[in-house]
């Protein structure tokens, strides 16, 4: 069965105290691997698209990773905004579901 | 653009009672799907719907009903509601998997539902 883990469950930063968040995936056939942000209360937003290994993508203080196994969002010198939930989810061949990770909660102090 | 559009956003159900969730978008999607978010779990995709017309089910079935019968709408109904429905419930859109684009999905705002 396709299966997503996120690692760690919550991650507490000082503001400028740049860290990784982590996403395994065990799936047959990666189609793609997504990133999104969710905020309390709102719907998840889109971040990023991977579709194959040792591709990566940017977006302001973050950047996403993709191996054969596991993807990392990598954030560099947060800020308090960036607090967030971030998912991981992705999509295999075939399949029409998108199946997310049960997401890193991430709190950044001033 | 309001992008997609849920209601009602809070709604509190007595068991047995039923109710549908609505969605609309305004995007020209042609994909369509509902999410449920319990803590902890992750979203788990419900139904889907590839077009107008068009339904299939997702991971979490049971319990719900679609239907699809314009692109810009994709109602969730829910019959004889049970306390293991009480989620967080979102809908969402992508273009179809034809396009680049496909795998950037828009999502609702949520509608909270309570069932007791």
């Known amino acids: 069965e396709d299966q997503v883990t996120q690692s760690p469950e919550a991650l507490r930063l000082q503001e400028g105290e740049s860290s990784s968040l982590n996403c395994s995936y065990t799936?047959?056939?990666?189609?793609?691997l997504f990133w999104y942000r969710q905020d309390p209360g709102k719907g998840p937003e889109f971040l990023f698209t991977?579709?194959?290994a040792g591709e990566e993508k940017e977006k302001e203080r973050l950047k996403a990773t993709l191996t054969k196994k596991e993807s990392f969002l990598h954030i560099t010198a947060p800020k308090p905004e960036d607090s967030a939930t971030y998912l991981c989810?992705?999509?295999?061949?075939?399949?029409?579901?998108?199946?997310f990770g049960a997401g890193t909660r991430l709190t950044v102090k001033p | 653009n309001a992008g997609v559009t849920q209601t009602p956003k809070f709604r509190i159900l007595k068991i047995g009672q039923s109710m549908t969730l609505q969605c609309t978008q305004d995007?020209?999607?042609?994909?369509m799907y509902w999410y449920r978010q319990d803590p902890g779990m992750g979203l788990k995709l419900i139904y889907y719907?590839?077009?107008?017309?068009?339904?299939d089910k997702g991971e979490v079935p049971n319990g719900y009903n679609v239907s699809r019968s314009t692109t810009e709408d994709f109602p969730l109904r829910l019959e004889l509601a049970a306390p293991s429905q009480t989620s967080v419930y979102f809908c969402?859109?992508?273009?179809?998997?034809?396009?680049?684009?496909?795998?950037?999905?828009?999502f609702g705002e949520g509608s909270r539902l309570t069932v007791l």
């Open positions: 969402a859109s992508s273009y179809s998997q034809q396009r680049v684009e496909w795998g950037e999905l828009f």
């Open positions: 799936v047959s056939g990666l189609r793609g």
């Open positions: 991977l579709y194959s």
């Open positions: 989810a992705v999509q295999v061949y075939n399949n029409n579901d998108m199946r």
């Open positions: 995007m020209n999607h042609n994909y």
């Open positions: 719907s590839v077009g107008a017309g068009i339904t």
